[in-house]
């Protein structure tokens, strides 16, 4: 059974998410043990793709079909697509902005368990379990699974076929689904959470798609109103609350806490050169 | 136990009550760490044979006057005084206890219970609490951590250890930090700049963990959670032996509810009120 991740990266007009999908392969390759396969799935041919991006991915894979977030702004509108662009039995799809400071390789064994197994519990950069539903009034209000996509393992089976199938139908109808489905509360835009969250309510698969534990899979969310911090003390933008310690070895501390989650920074302008400089020294590229 | 007087606070005489109150529910003897003036001060007011009674042993160490502390003391919410408060050598309980397992208790936690005797024979080298549990206002988030974007509050206020190379290492931390409290002030965004054992023993604790607050090498204590009576709380009676009623605070100021406690260790913070019921204390347990 081969076993990797997948990071989906499209550019947008403001963010560059080819670099910021390197940088994250480069921390998986540096600090994952035992399952360190990583797949690309991108837009850009592979003709223009940099010599270092095509050494640090296992695999790179085209968008299948059409590109359907061509001229979007979030470029979210492939995310339905997972389940045929991995190239593994197993797969644990990341967003792109995030970077592993530690080695999870025990988390596959334990994962291996269910069909498919997503985070409903991210937690705190201090390793708290996220208690604000600030961003999640919709999942509130709706009583849909608190789905966080941005680490989402998958086998590919019958019943997780048709949970994509599903996803598929949403994301091409999502005003449709959104309105028949979600009150007022419903999301003006098309959102990946929600509609995976609806997806698997509208199936009654909510058992088969969570754990009660609470360790795991999770990773850590950087919104900064999601930090367990009164609002009054903490931005946004928690870069400019709480300073970061990165280290040549890959690991970081963000304040006191070192990280040992995957670390989903959300603020893009975060990850710095010298950051990718050092993870690039550690895995000789 | 450690005791060390200031113009007002009695800690001695606290100390004493709560010796005695140690040995009537944990059925253990007591050493206690003070200097020579405070125990002047107890064998005048108290009496040398009421004194060698509560304790098995006195360790006097050397006052270093030059280390200047002040802390906001509360008397309820109603009064507070700037006085000083003589905490600079916790640290040293490691080597100047006399047993193989110690329970290190600040004289204000009032043992009321045989709940701290699961630790003896505990297979942890040393045990500090982070949960804590009150009867009034909780005072999130400051009782928990010790700044909003600080780490996790570790209470110093009971600590059981062993006399093994981990705990040592906990205490030489704890000096370490204590010297270069400037340092870490600074790095841990303390906001109060009085010298606390809590934050001293809260970061040791947390650079053991990892600089996590994953409890992985350093444990709990074997009890729910320490109960806190905070200094703006008052003692309303002692009703008889690990019996006592509280006026606890609310979360609005100067606002109480009445709470009668048995058979519950606490940790009442509001010296004056300890110091208003010793004698009753003292002739209660000294039986």
Redesign the interface.
């Known amino acids: 059974m081969s076993k990797g991740y997948l990071i989906l990266a499209q550019n947008s007009k403001t963010d560059d998410y080819a670099k910021l999908a390197y940088a994250l392969a480069l921390s998986i390759k540096n600090s994952q043990e035992k399952v360190n396969n990583v797949c690309l799935a991108t837009d850009v041919p592979l003709a223009k793709l940099d010599k270092k991006v095509k050494a640090v991915f296992d695999d790179i894979v085209p968008i299948p079909w059409t590109d359907h977030a061509q001229g979007s702004k979030w470029k979210i509108e492939n995310k339905w697509k997972y389940y045929y662009m991995t190239p593994y039995d197993e797969t644990v799809i990341l967003d792109a902005d995030m970077l592993f400071p530690s080695d999870i390789s025990y988390w596959w064994d334990i994962l291996a368990q269910q069909e498919i197994w997503i985070t409903d519990k991210p937690q705190t950069f201090k390793g708290e379990i996220i208690t604000s539903t600030k961003y999640r009034n919709t999942f509130v209000a709706n009583g849909l699974p608190n789905v966080y996509t941005a680490f989402m393992y998958f086998k590919k089976t019958e019943m997780v076929a048709e949970l994509f199938k599903m996803v598929q139908l949403i994301f091409e109808n999502w005003e449709r689904f959104f309105y028949n489905y979600l009150d007022e509360t419903r999301p003006k835009h098309l959102s990946g959470d929600v509609a995976y969250a609806l997806a698997i309510k509208l199936l009654g698969i909510e058992s088969e798609c969570f754990s009660n534990l609470d360790s795991m899979p999770s990773f850590v969310h950087m919104k900064g109103h999601l930090q367990n911090i009164n609002e009054k003390f903490i931005t946004e933008d928690w870069t400019q609350n709480i300073p970061t310690y990165f280290r040549e070895d890959g690991g970081f501390k963000i304040g006191n806490y070192e990280q040992v989650l995957p670390f989903h920074y959300h603020i893009k302008e975060w990850l710095t050169d010298d950051m990718i400089s050092m993870l690039e020294k550690r895995v000789d590229l | 136990m450690y005791a060390h007087n200031n113009p007002e606070i009695d800690y001695f005489k606290i100390a004493c009550a709560n010796a005695l109150m140690v040995k009537k529910n944990l059925q253990v003897p007591v050493t206690l760490v003070t200097d020579e003036g405070t125990l002047e001060w107890g064998k005048k007011a108290l009496g040398e044979e009421f004194v060698n009674q509560c304790f098995e042993k006195i360790v006097l160490t050397k006052r270093i006057w030059s280390f200047e502390n002040k802390r906001t003391y509360s008397d309820t919410s109603a009064s507070q005084k700037t006085l000083q408060f003589y905490n600079c050598n916790h640290w040293e309980a490691f080597e100047l206890s006399p047993y193989d397992e110690t329970l290190f208790i600040d004289a204000d936690y009032l043992i009321m219970s045989s709940a701290l005797n699961n630790c003896w024979g505990s297979e942890n080298n040393i045990m500090i609490n982070h949960k804590i549990f009150t009867t009034g206002s909780d005072k999130e ?1 400051y009782s928990k951590y010790i700044d ?5 509050l570790y209470w110093a206020t009971v600590i059981y250890f062993k006399k093994t190379e981990l705990a040592r290492f906990v205490f030489d931390t704890v000096k370490h930090i204590q010297e270069n409290y400037g340092y870490y002030k600074q ?2 965004y303390f906001s109060n700049g009085m010298f606390r054992n809590d934050n001293a023993f809260s970061i040791a604790v ?1 650079m053991l963990n ?5 409890n992985t090498i350093i444990k709990e204590l074997p009890i729910t959670g320490l109960l806190m009576s905070w200094d703006t709380d008052d003692v309303y009676k002692v009703n008889g032996i690990n019996d006592i009623t509280v006026y606890a605070e609310k979360p609005i100021k100067s606002t109480y509810l009445l709470a009668r406690l048995k058979n519950q260790d606490m940790h009442v913070m509001n010296k004056w009120a300890i110091n208003r019921v010793s004698d009753r204390l003292i002739e209660l347990y000294n039986e």
């Open positions: 988030p909003d974007f600080g780490i996790r790095l841990y947390h990892g600089f996590t607050d994953s």
